[in-house]
């Protein structure tokens, strides 16, 4: 849990950070009438850098509406490797590489996902966060009877430093409470993820592609404007969010996903899925997400704090420096107790080695 509280405080800055460490390049201000480019023209300036190289998907951030970023991989499905590259969505021109896979931001993200073990490492940490959750609550059973002793908030300063330290450790264990199980739950969520985007390509995918089973993959594929056009045909009140191209996990070999979102804090978290036939540009099938997936989805911001703009970013990291002091200060106690049993355990086996001599 110190490991995930260290590793989440620059996570939930990572936009910032990204920008300081130069990582994103903002694209050049122009009018706001200027119309946008075309998405075939968009994704020819990204293939140009990398010709050799799978389209995998097209996104950008929430709130960024001036670029899309065009990830390439060596296949349709590899992770390893790919290249990131950021373009002007109304000039059509290549703004920068992003590094998404290497450097500080990266390591810090995946020490805090998997511990870089990939599906192991992200079901061990939903494990921490169960047991995070029973401590919780052990913690509030035991808080319960020692406040009718004490005012809230009352630390005993002049008395000794064990007391002292007994109930800082309680008192921001309390102040924490409700965050630390908010936190603790929608992380336990995050590190189901991967199973439970897999259960959704068996569940709806399949169902949503069932009429192409066993047809060979096209050879030619439709403009990727005019698969965009439809999409938005389909759902004129949403906006493009991302875009799964034929072959990779969130589409399938004949189809461009084409995921739109909403405009109101709920709504642009949760992704609808149209389906749009890669080779005739036309509209395959539509349907809102599950319930599994659309908790999944609110989860994801509410763990670093993305839905309130900094000030709840900043809230978010006093919080975790909080928790941060319960478990140094509930470490500390722990070790200490330890050391206070040590001499009484010792002399005991000592007892016990002289009775069995006799």
């Given at each position: 849990?110190?490991?995930?509280c260290?590793?989440?405080m620059?996570l939930i800055?990572?936009h910032?950070?990204?920008h300081?460490?130069g990582?994103?390049?903002d694209?050049p201000?122009?009018?706001?009438?200027t119309p946008?480019?075309?998405?075939?023209?968009?994704?020819a300036s990204a293939?140009?850098?990398?010709?050799s190289?799978?389209?995998?998907?097209?996104?950008?951030?929430?709130?960024?509406?001036?670029?899309?970023?065009?990830?390439?991989?060596?296949?349709a499905t590899s992770?390893?490797?790919?290249?990131?590259?950021k373009?002007?969505?109304?000039?059509?021109?290549?703004l920068q590489?992003?590094k998404?896979n290497?450097g500080?931001m990266?390591?810090m993200?995946?020490l805090?996902?998997?511990?870089?073990?990939?599906?192991p490492?992200?079901?061990?940490?939903?494990l921490?966060?169960?047991l995070?959750v029973?401590?919780?609550?052990?913690?509030?059973?035991?808080y319960?009877?020692?406040?009718?002793?004490?005012?809230f908030g009352?630390?005993r300063?002049?008395?000794a430093?064990?007391?002292?330290?007994l109930?800082?450790?309680?008192?921001?264990?309390?102040?924490t409470l409700?965050?630390?199980?908010?936190?603790?739950?929608?992380?336990?969520i995050?590190?189901?993820?991967?199973?439970?985007?897999?259960?959704w390509?068996?569940?709806?995918?399949?169902?949503?592609t069932?009429?192409?089973?066993?047809?060979?993959?096209?050879?030619?594929?439709?403009s990727?404007?005019?698969s965009?056009?439809?999409?938005q045909?389909?759902?004129?009140?949403?906006r493009?969010g991302?875009?799964a191209?034929?072959g990779t996990?969130?589409?399938?070999?004949h189809?461009y996903?084409?995921?739109?979102?909403?405009?109101?804090?709920i709504?642009?978290?949760?992704?609808k899925p149209?389906?749009?036939?890669a080779q005739?540009?036309?509209?395959?099938d539509?349907r809102e997400?599950p319930?599994?997936?659309?908790t999944?989805?609110?989860s994801?911001p509410?763990?670093?704090?993305?839905?309130?703009g900094?000030?709840l970013k900043?809230?978010?990291?006093?919080?975790?420096?909080?928790?941060?002091?319960?478990l140094?200060?509930g470490?500390?106690?722990w070790?200490?107790k330890?050391?206070?049993f040590q001499p009484?355990?010792?002399?005991?086996?000592a007892?016990?080695?002289?009775y069995v001599?006799r």
């Amino acid at each position: 849990m110190l490991l995930l509280c260290l590793t989440g405080m620059p996570l939930i800055f990572g936009h910032e950070i990204n920008h300081l460490l130069g990582n994103e390049v903002d694209p050049p201000v122009m009018s706001n009438n200027t119309p946008q480019a075309s998405m075939d023209k968009v994704l020819a300036s990204a293939k140009a850098l990398y010709p050799s190289r799978v389209v995998q998907f097209v996104f950008r951030d929430m709130d960024e509406n001036n670029s899309w970023t065009v990830s390439l991989g060596k296949t349709a499905t590899s992770e390893d490797d790919t290249k990131f590259v950021k373009v002007d969505s109304r000039t059509a021109k290549v703004l920068q590489e992003p590094k998404f896979n290497e450097g500080f931001m990266y390591v810090m993200f995946k020490l805090h996902v998997d511990l870089f073990a990939g599906l192991p490492g992200m079901l061990f940490l939903g494990l921490m966060g169960v047991l995070l959750v029973v401590a919780i609550i052990s913690g509030v059973v035991l808080y319960a009877p020692f406040m009718r002793k004490l005012e809230f908030g009352e630390i005993r300063k002049d008395r000794a430093p064990k007391l002292k330290r007994l109930d800082t450790h309680n008192f921001l264990g309390v102040v924490t409470l409700i965050w630390a199980l908010v936190v603790g739950t929608t992380g336990i969520i995050n590190a189901w993820a991967d199973l439970v985007i897999k259960y959704w390509q068996f569940d709806q995918m399949s169902a949503m592609t069932a009429p192409y089973k066993g047809l060979p993959p096209p050879t030619q594929f439709a403009s990727l404007q005019a698969s965009v056009k439809a999409a938005q045909a389909r759902e004129p009140d949403m906006r493009l969010g991302f875009i799964a191209f034929p072959g990779t996990d969130f589409s399938s070999p004949h189809h461009y996903g084409m995921f739109m979102r909403g405009d109101s804090p709920i709504t642009s978290r949760l992704f609808k899925p149209v389906l749009i036939d890669a080779q005739t540009a036309k509209l395959t099938d539509s349907r809102e997400v599950p319930w599994y997936l659309a908790t999944l989805l609110i989860s994801q911001p509410l763990h670093f704090g993305d839905y309130g703009g900094m000030p709840l970013k900043i809230l978010w990291l006093v919080l975790d420096l909080f928790t941060i002091a319960v478990l140094w200060t509930g470490l500390v106690l722990w070790w200490k107790k330890r050391q206070h049993f040590q001499p009484e355990i010792q002399q005991r086996i000592a007892f016990d080695e002289a009775y069995v001599t006799r």
